[in-house]
């Protein structure tokens, strides 16, 4: 069964800390993996997207690599700040040009000030 | 450039009513999807549409739920009856095709409380 795991499901850190979120699939034959963040009783907004054939992508403070052999995604934050606090869900595309997202469930950061 | 608009953004209603969701996508997006998202889960696929067409509704529960896009732009999402278990946030995203190169957008959602 193709899934999608984000381990912890909640974590807190202080303000300027640098963090990894991480993300696992169970199926190396995916199509594209992209990380969202959702504010409370909000939707998603799309933080990166990364295609099968990438290793990495940035934008801003944000970095997120792909290692397909290991099934594994990570999200790096540099500098983390108060406002970066929210759920961060990764989705994995395994149907290509269907584009059905398998998804997380979710980690809950907390950026204390 | 506006984002996925959705409307109402909360519905509260009994058990057994009828219910509907309305998606506006992103202006150019041909690819529309409806998906549904529980309290601590990541949300879950319902149905995609390809301009004005339903090209996956496996995950729709037909016997209920039923969904149209007229014209290939705007969409509605609609429950009849209604029941307990449907209390959700129902999420409306949009991208400009299918398939690998393109992102996903999501709107802000409607949360539904079925009573």
């Known amino acids: 069964k193709q899934e999608v795991t984000q381990i912890p499901a909640a974590l807190s850190v202080p303000e300027g800390e640098n963090l990894v979120l991480n993300c696992s699939f169970t199926?190396?034959?995916?199509?594209?993996l992209q990380w969202f963040r959702q504010d409370p009783g909000k939707g998603l907004t799309s933080l990166l997207l990364?295609?099968?054939?990438?290793r990495e992508q940035t934008s801003g403070r944000l970095n997120a690599s792909l290692d397909k052999s290991s099934g594994r995604s990570t999200l790096y934050i540099a500098a983390s700040q108060p406002g970066d606090s929210a759920t961060y869900l990764c989705?994995?595309?395994?149907?290509?040009?269907?584009?059905?997202?398998?998804f997380g469930k979710g980690i809950t950061l907390s950026v204390r000030p | 450039e506006a984002g996925v608009v959705q409307s109402p953004r909360y519905k509260i209603i009994e058990k057994k009513q009828p219910v509907a969701f309305w998606c506006n996508p992103i202006?150019?997006?041909?690819?529309l999807y409806w998906y549904l998202q529980n309290l601590g889960q990541g949300p879950e696929l319902l149905i995609r549409?390809?301009?004005?067409?339903?090209?996956?509704d496996s995950q729709l529960p037909k016997d209920r739920f039923s969904a149209e896009r007229l014209k290939g732009v705007d969409s509605t999402l609609k429950i009849q009856p209604a029941e307990l278990g449907d209390s959700a946030v129902y999420l409306c995203?949009?991208?400009?095709?299918?398939?690998?190169?393109?992102?996903?957008?999501f709107g802000p959602g409607t949360r539904l409380t079925v009573t």
């Open positions: 199926d190396s034959a995916i199509y594209n």
């Open positions: 995203a949009s991208s400009l095709g299918a398939g690998t190169p393109y992102e996903q957008y």
């Open positions: 989705a994995a595309n395994y149907t290509g040009a269907n584009s059905k997202l398998t």
């Open positions: 202006s150019g997006h041909n690819t």
């Open positions: 990364i295609q099968s054939s990438q």
């Open positions: 549409y390809e301009n004005e067409e339903a090209v996956d």
